[in-house]
């Protein structure tokens, strides 16, 4: 089953920016995975849609990041950006890559809704 391992995540002042990575893998299948997004979850909160990258090279941006965040796919290497400028306190949580359809080559069907476990992020002010 295909595994998502996030990086990237850490302590950074208000104003500065990061750049997370997603990595897909899946040792032993040839896959492709459909759309791949980012999600975010502030402790007490729920989980939040930030950023979304598709199969056909489009991306989608939830209000509070339009115009500061940059995701962004290497689809021959399964792996997923988010480049994040100018951040806030606001945007401090835990950051998760997610998978809606992963397809192998052995199989007629795909796996639907994978996650990665998770890269912190903390924006101090």
């Known amino acids: 089953q295909v595994q998502l391992v996030e990086s990237g995540g850490g302590l950074v002042q208000a104003g500065g920016s990061l750049k997370l990575s997603c990595v897909a893998s899946?040792?032993?299948?040839?896959?492709?995975?459909?759309?791949m997004s980012w999600y975010r979850q502030a402790p007490g909160k729920q989980r939040e849609l930030v950023a979304t990258?598709?199969?056909?090279?489009?991306?989608n941006y939830a209000d509070a990041v339009r115009g500061r965040f940059i995701v962004s796919r290497v689809y021959a290497n399964h792996t997923m950006y988010l480049q994040m400028n100018n951040l806030k306190p606001e945007d401090t949580g835990v950051y998760y890559c997610?998978?809606?359809?992963?397809?192998?080559?052995?199989?007629?069907?795909?796996?639907?809704?994978?996650w990665g476990q998770g890269t912190q992020v903390t924006v101090s002010s």
């Open positions: 990258a598709t199969i056909d090279r489009r991306t």
């Open positions: 899946a040792p032993g299948n040839i896959f492709t995975i459909n759309t």
């Open positions: 997610n998978a809606d359809k992963t397809y192998y080559s052995a199989s007629n069907y795909p796996v639907y809704d994978s």
